[in-house]
């Protein structure tokens, strides 16, 4: 009897590690000197998280999936982007990432490292690409199904603010500033071969999904400068740029965008594919290529993850503009609805802003507070790794966001719930770091370096909230 | 005290001859001394800067900008990969500071906040309050300030409680201006919370450009940023002294080759004489490893003792002035890390004598035993071979009989004499840099602080030939931003102001091309037809069209010539000077009158090292110190090798002295014997001097640019007279020897 | 007409206890025309006496007179003198410059003659005397024993000397060389000249017109 609890224990552990080279319990990415330089390191083993409930040893896998969230697929060439914004920090800081020319590649490695997992689901949660730009959705999908990519735009080869010949050095420019890396960008423009997830996919729709630089609605204004050839390469000195709040950031891309081109601008290729996306067509191509269901104006549904566990993916993205996110009444009430059917089946919800984050948010969660069922509700937009206890009448639930592919740490979330020896669950879950191939590895260099990105941001979380056995 | 069999015998050995035994000893300990001052002042300024920069704790980057809250810039600062440690400090120039009677309105003020300090506490202690100064130990040595003094910083008076010495310049007053620290605190809060200096610490400084580029995203809206890194700090330090660091370190290395090669000839000398001894021993049984044995042992322990007085002489003589020296450049001397590298010296003193008393005992014990008691064979001088008739062709004979070391003796002198030519050349060279901007490729002699507009009113004064806006300004490469370089710009040609000779390509022609000197371009491996892209201190970037790598002194080659279109475009703040060139024969005095006259006062520029005249002195010291033993070292190869001659010649003497030559003839003779030596010694030292190591030294110094390092003709024939008069003078104090002897102590010998 | 007058030499080599008086109170007296034989046993002083007779080493005591001159009232200049003009020396080892060819060794004293001509014309005559022509074109490196022998007899014979001192001149040499060496030295003895001759050769102390013994540091006929 001992020694079949034994195998069976081996045989759940050995679970996380089948194939899995990626994943960080067995060896991570860490800067041993502090110096910039990432290199492989020891893995982190599970924190027993025990804020709800006490520990107890797993005996049985109920459910294996993984999340990813945050890709940010982007078309770097494209006219509709205000990078020149980055250098005000801030709100803007994302509007220019050293690495943001690899994003295609940096997704096709989590792929790989996901699949090497074999999940029964993956979820994206968001952010799937960066500027509502129909090119952009067809290289993120491309590379989610498989086969053949396309990472360009406009003319053949890089033409952007990291080209080697461009004169602001508030750039990075791969070809000629520290580190080098010669011919990058040429490279990250070449076609290239996605394998696809080899398990079912379920999107989660996210604000830059829907919102031009995940701030403005599409416009045909806006839809115009996306597809023109005139790009602004420096902004008019008579602007005044505040980064100060997030809001009043947002109304300045919205009416630097909206508002024709304030500054200098310089040719660029233009390129018909950039046209922006109106929420309809987004959402049918996403229903179309992944395993979502469903129809209407929002991209709400549920899936059950193996005969235990059920996933309820909310839709929290604002139409019209702005990152903060929305629920309304009636897909409150569409929830309580579908965590009445799931029954005794245990429920994970996903959405793109943690439910948290947000104070039109609660109504839905004091559902789900209610609800002792709920085990975790997972979410992205922050690019953070961050696990919470949220403690509740009903016995509490995990509040999970993960970090972003676009910036540090680039790491997708592996997730399996487990039956524990007292009768009761527990989710582990684990980092899965991308698989560095094709420049993707450069990319995590580069995003690792980023002034405004993951690191002094301290995007990767602690320990305790990346590697954990959560207790419920 | 009982020593082994082996080292009794030794020292029984050596005291049979003492004369004998402290002419060698005296050979090796002057070698051994040339020796100890090279390693003294090689070792101390060569690793002077980092040996300081270590105590010091200098920081890897000095950031400067224009004022800024310092949680602003550490807002960003923080953010950087590869950031150890940072601190903050504000500096105030132009302060007033006065002490002890000493006063001056340059003083640099530098309120330091909390954590690491950049700078080492060389006498009392660190800053606690605010009433309290540190002085920088420029200062404190030029203006005679001891701890608990009181200095007066504008117009307040504080306690001086330490003095720190920091290699991110060059010491008061070597610097323009004298340096204090105080503690922010001292500061009004009002002022005290901004900075315009970042000290920054890495983890990883070879990862410097990294971080660099990571600091120049994060540096928007801060103006007037410079990065100082350490190479650069070098740099400005090699400004004022590096040239001349460097042709000292490179000389220091001839000597040390100089040295070697002596000491190997006088342990082959040493051989020689005993070459009857060493036939003896074999004709009795030693074998020849025995033989040798016996002869490194007796060189080694004749070597320890002498090699040990001589370096430890020459590091003692050598040590004031480098460190003086260094003091002057803000560095600190070695103290007792020197020893190791004497230690060094001192076994490769030892191991040299031994060595080079191996091989030839070696050789000899190996010859037919017969051979070696026949005093070894004299090579047959060939009859074709003329030397004058008479006594000093005779003597001109028997050196030239011994031919190995005749050639040994040649070779040994030809580098002294060639070293002391290096070094007269050396001294022309750092004259010239002092008075001479000619010989830094400058070809104009004064220069007016005015805008360009008053260029043609400066044209019309009389004696003045040409005049042209200049532009200067210090930048970093915007993609390697840890290579810092100086931009020079002119509107037209620049080689009428300024014209480094071109390595390679060809001049600029157009506002987007540059010519870039050899230092910086070896650094970013930039060649004719590449781009260099200049960050400039605005934040902007300027490229250019590489067309020629030219061979500069200026700012240690790390230069780029261009045109100021482009420059002015990207910073229409950027102000020029305007470069003034006399026509022939002008007086520049007069002409610098004539310009204060009608508004334009002029500065007079000069060559591109120090016009620190005390620290130009300690270098002369320095020169003179070794030349002094250089010239010592060929006195004493030239009487070894004729004493060594007269010797083994005792019975020819003997015999000439028999038939009736006198003291005159005898010194013919013994004259003749160095002369010959001597003569040709000169030409090959002259030809040395100028194919090898002039350029040799040159090149050690400064590989960016050739130095005119060549001996002049009369610093040649000064130093071919000295060797003929050194040659007499080694006749006159060999032959006295001889003379004093009895007639028959010659033919005795045999 | 006496030539060499020598009285009372003592000469000691070394110091303390270990000094040893070679010569106590030699006496000799050579005249014109005389060839003088000193014999003894090694070590008996024989070479220092000739070299105290030559000016080459001065006595402890006693006195040399040369041609009238007192010795060990002479300058050293004066001594030089005397050696020039007055003495003739031929050594044991014969002590030939081995760069110079024989006539370079013979003429080499002729440099320092007051009449350099005379002298070297007197060299000539004496290389061609002494049937040493074809020798004096070589270096002594390449000569016999005997060849070397006689130019340096020549040598010493360049400045026409009054004495002429010979070391051993026959002790390196063969019998039929030494032969004659000898029958050159006793010619040699001859007129205005006189030839003392150190030796161990029974041969020459034969032909000597006066044979001296050193015994106990004095000469006995």
């Given at each position: 009897m001992l020694a079949l609890l034994l195998v069976a224990a081996a045989a759940v552990a050995g679970c996380g590690s089948s194939?899995?080279?990626?994943?960080?319990?067995h060896s991570t990415w860490i800067d041993p000197h502090h110096s910039g330089q990432l290199e492989r390191g020891p893995g982190e083993p599970f924190v027993e998280r025990t804020e709800l409930a006490r520990r107890s040893r797993p005996v049985r896998q109920l459910a294996l999936f993984a999340q990813f969230t945050d890709a940010h697929v982007r078309d770097e060439e494209s006219p509709a982007r205000v990078p020149f914004l980055d250098r005000y920090g801030g709100a803007f800081s994302s509007t220019f990432r050293p690495q943001e020319a690899l994003s295609p590649q940096v997704l096709t490695a989590t792929v790989r490292a996901i699949d090497a997992l074999r999940p029964q689901a993956v979820v994206e949660?968001?952010?799937?690409?960066?500027?509502?730009?129909f090119n952009e959705l067809t290289q993120a999908l491309a590379i989610l199904h498989g086969g053949e990519v396309d990472?360009?735009?406009?003319?053949?080869g890089y033409s952007g603010v990291?080209?080697?010949?461009?004169?602001?050095?508030l750039y990075y420019r791969p070809d000629v500033d520290a580190p080098r890396h010669l011919g990058l960008l040429a490279a990250a423009e070449r076609h290239f071969r996605s394998p696809g997830l080899k398990a079912p996919w379920y999107p989660v729709v996210g604000n830059h999904d829907l919102l031009v630089q995940g701030e403005v609605a599409p416009t045909a204004a806006l839809n115009a400068v996306a597809t023109g050839s005139r790009r602004v390469v420096?902004?008019?000195?008579s602007v005044r740029v505040s980064a100060a709040d997030e809001r009043f950031a947002a109304a300045e891309v919205a009416h630097l965008l909206a508002n024709g081109l304030p500054g200098r601008t310089a040719y660029t290729p233009p390129d018909p594919r950039r046209r922006l996306l109106q929420p309809p067509e987004l959402l049918a191509r996403l229903r179309a290529a992944s395993a979502a269901g469903g129809s209407g104006p929002l991209l709400r549904y549920s899936f059950d993850i193996g005969p235990d566990l059920r996933a309820i993916v909310l839709d929290t993205v604002r139409?019209?503009?702005?990152s903060g996110g929305i629920i309304s009444p009636v897909q409150v009430a569409w929830l309580r609805s579908q965590l009445a059917s799931a029954g005794r089946r245990w429920v994970v919800v996903f959405s793109?802003?943690?439910?948290?984050?947000?104070?039109?948010?609660q109504p839905a969660l004091a559902l789900l507070d209610h609800?002792?069922?709920?085990i975790a509700t997972i979410a992205g937009n922050s690019h953070r790794n961050r696990i919470e206890a949220r403690r509740t009448p009903a016995g509490g639930y995990w509040v999970i966001t993960t970090s972003s592919l676009?910036?540090?740490?680039q790491q997708a979330r592996a997730f399996r719930l487990v039956q524990t020896a007292d009768g009761r669950v527990a989710l582990e879950t684990w980092m899965i770091d991308h698989d560095g191939g094709d420049m993707a590895g450069v990319a995590r260099e580069l995003s690792y370096l980023d002034?405004?990105?993951?690191r002094p941001n301290g995007f990767a979380g602690a320990r305790s909230d990346r590697n954990a056995i959560l207790f419920r | 005290m009982t020593l082994p069999g082996g080292l009794t015998a030794s020292v029984r050995r050596l005291r049979v001859h003492p004369g004998r035994t402290l002419i060698a000893a005296l050979g090796i300990a002057a070698a051994a001394a040339m020796l100890g001052a090279a390693v003294t002042v090689a070792y101390g300024l060569h690793t002077g800067f980092d040996r300081s920069a270590r105590r010091a704790d200098l920081p890897d980057v000095i950031a400067r900008f224009d004022d800024q809250p310092q949680q602003r810039v550490d807002a960003r600062l923080r953010?950087?990969?590869?950031?150890?440690a940072r601190s903050y400090r504000r500096e105030f120039t132009g302060v007033p500071l006065d002490a002890n009677g000493h006063a001056s309105q340059n003083g640099v003020l530098q309120a330091v906040g909390g954590g690491?300090?950049?700078?080492?506490?060389?006498?009392g202690r660190d800053l606690r309050r605010p009433d309290e100064a540190v002085g920088e130990r420029g200062v404190a040595r030029e203006w005679n300030i001891s701890v608990g003094q009181r200095i007066g910083i504008g117009n307040a008076r504080l306690r001086v409680v330490g003095v720190a010495v920091s290699p991110d310049n060059v010491a008061f007053p070597l610097a323009k201006g004298p340096r204090v620290y105080v503690s922010?605190?001292?500061?009004?809060p009002r002022i005290g919370t901004r900075v315009n200096i970042a000290l920054i610490w890495l983890?990883?400084?070879?990862l410097l450009d990294q971080t660099l580029t990571q600091a120049r995203a994060a540096s928007?809206?801060?103006?007037g940023l410079r990065f100082l890194t350490r190479a650069g700090v070098r740099t400005t330090i090699d400004q004022a002294a590096g040239i001349v660091i460097a042709l000292l370190v490179a000389f220091s290395v001839v000597a040390l080759c100089s040295a070697g090669v002596m000491l190997m000839a006088s342990a082959q000398a040493e051989v020689e004489r005993r070459l009857q001894g060493i036939g003896v021993m074999r004709a009795i049984g030693f074998s020849p490893r025995a033989v040798v044995g016996q002869h490194v042992l007796d060189a080694g322990v004749l070597a320890l003792p002498a090699g040990a007085a001589g370096i430890a002489a020459g590091a003692l003589v050598a040590s004031r002035p480098s460190a003086n020296l260094l003091e002057s450049i803000n560095e600190l001397p070695p103290g007792a890390a020197l020893l190791g590298p004497l230690a060094l010296a001192l076994l490769l003193v030892v191991l040299l004598v031994a060595g080079s008393a191996a091989l030839p005992a070696w050789r000899a014990a190996r010859r037919p035993v017969v051979s070696v008691l026949r005093r070894g064979e004299l090579a047959?001088?060939?009859?074709?071979?003329?030397f004058p008739a008479g006594f000093l062709g005779m003597g001109m004979r028997l050196t030239a009989a011994r031919r190995g070391r005749a050639f040994a003796t040649v070779a040994v002198l030809t580098i002294s004499a060639a070293v002391v030519l290096a070094m007269l050349g050396m001294a022309t060279l750092l004259n010239g840099l002092r008075n001479d901007p000619g010989l830094v490729g400058?070809?104009?002699q004064l220069t007016v602080?005015?805008?360009?507009?008053?260029v043609a009113a400066i044209r019309?004064?009389?004696?003045?030939q040409a005049a042209a806006p200049r532009y200067v300004l210090f930048a970093a490469?915007?993609?390697?931003?840890?290579e810092s370089l100086k931009v020079v710009a002119y509107p037209g040609d620049h080689t009428p102001f300024e014209?480094?000779?071109?390595?390679s390509g060809r001049r600029l022609r157009s506002n987007g091309e540059a010519e870039v000197g050899t230092g910086i371009a070896d650094a970013l491996g930039v060649r004719p037809g590449s781009e260099l892209a200049i960050e400039l201190p605005s934040g902007r970037e300027v490229r250019f069209r590489v067309t020629g790598l030219v061979r500069a002194f200026d700012n240690d080659g790390r230069v780029v010539y261009t045109r100021p279109a482009r420059l002015l475009a990207a910073d229409p703040s950027l102000t020029g000077e305007i470069a003034v060139k006399l026509a022939p024969g002008a007086d520049q005095r007069a002409v610098a009158r004539r310009l204060f006259a009608g508004g334009h006062p002029a500065q007079r520029i000069t060559g591109g090292?120090?016009?620190?005249a005390s620290f130009l002195s300690v270098l002369a010291a320095l020169l003179r110190a070794v030349a002094l033993v250089d010239g010592l070292v060929c006195l004493y190869i030239l009487v070894q090798a004729l004493a060594l001659t007269a010797r083994e010649r005792r019975s020819t003497i003997a015999v000439l002295r028999a038939s009736g030559a006198g003291r005159r003839e005898v010194l013919l003779v013994l004259a003749g014997a160095a002369l010959v030596v001597v003569l040709a010694a000169a030409p090959a030292a002259v030809l040395l001097e100028l194919a090898v190591l002039g350029p040799a030294v040159s090149h050690l110094a400064a590989s960016y640019v050739s130095l005119p390092l060549h001996a002049r003709a009369g610093q040649v024939a000064i130093v071919v007279g000295a060797l003929l008069v050194l040659a007499v003078a080694a006749a006159a104090l060999a032959g006295r020897r001889l003379q004093r002897?009895?007639?028959?102590a010659g033919l005795r010998s045999d | 007409m006496r030539l060499v007058t020598a009285t009372g030499l003592v000469k000691s080599y070394?110091?303390?206890?270990?000094?040893?008086?070679?010569?106590?109170g030699a006496d000799l007296e050579v005249h014109a025309g005389e060839l003088v034989a000193i014999v003894g046993p090694s070590g008996c002083g024989k070479s220092t006496l000739l070299h105290l007779l030559g000016g080459l080493d001065l006595p402890d005591e006693g006195s040399v007179e040369l041609g009238g001159r007192r010795l060990e009232r002479e300058t050293a200049r004066g001594l030089t003198e005397l050696r020039r003009d007055y003495v003739g020396f031929v050594f044991q080892f014969f002590?030939?410059?081995?760069?110079?060819?024989g006539e370079e060794n013979v003429l080499l004293p002729a440099r320092l003659a007051a009449d350099r001509r005379a002298a070297t014309r007197r060299g000539r005559k004496l290389i061609a005397d002494l049937g040493l022509s074809e020798a004096a074109r070589r270096r002594p490196g390449e000569l016999s024993g005997g060849e070397q022998q006689r130019l340096s007899i020549a040598r010493a014979l360049v400045n026409d000397p009054r004495v002429l001192l010979a070391d051993?001149?026959?002790?390196?040499?063969?019998e039929e060389s030494g032969h004659h060496v000898l029958g050159l030295l006793r010619s040699l003895a001859s007129g205005e000249r006189a030839v003392v001759l150190v030796t161990h050769d029974a041969e020459a102390a034969r032909i000597a017109d006066r044979v001296l013994r050193v015994q106990r540091g004095r000469l006995e006929e």
């Open positions: 194939g899995a080279s990626d994943s960080t319990l949660t968001g952010d799937l690409i960066d500027n509502d730009q990472p360009n735009s406009g003319a053949p990291q080209s080697r010949s461009s004169p602001d050095p420096q902004l008019d000195p139409r019209d503009q702005g793109h802003q943690a439910l948290t984050t947000f104070p039109e948010a609800d002792p069922h709920v676009a910036d540090y740490p002034v405004q990105g993951g | 953010t950087l990969p590869n950031l150890r690491r300090r950049g700078y080492a506490i060389v006498a922010q605190s001292a500061l009004s983890n990883d400084p070879s928007f809206g801060v103006g047959p001088v060939s009859r074709a071979s003329r400058k070809r104009y602080n005015a805008p360009a507009s008053e019309r004064v009389p004696g003045v490469d915007s993609f390697l931003l840890g014209d480094p000779p071109l390595a090292t120090t016009r620190n002897e009895p007639v028959v | 070394g110091s303390g206890r270990a000094a040893r008086r070679v010569l106590d002590h030939l410059i081995p760069e110079l060819t051993e001149p026959t002790g390196n040499l063969d």
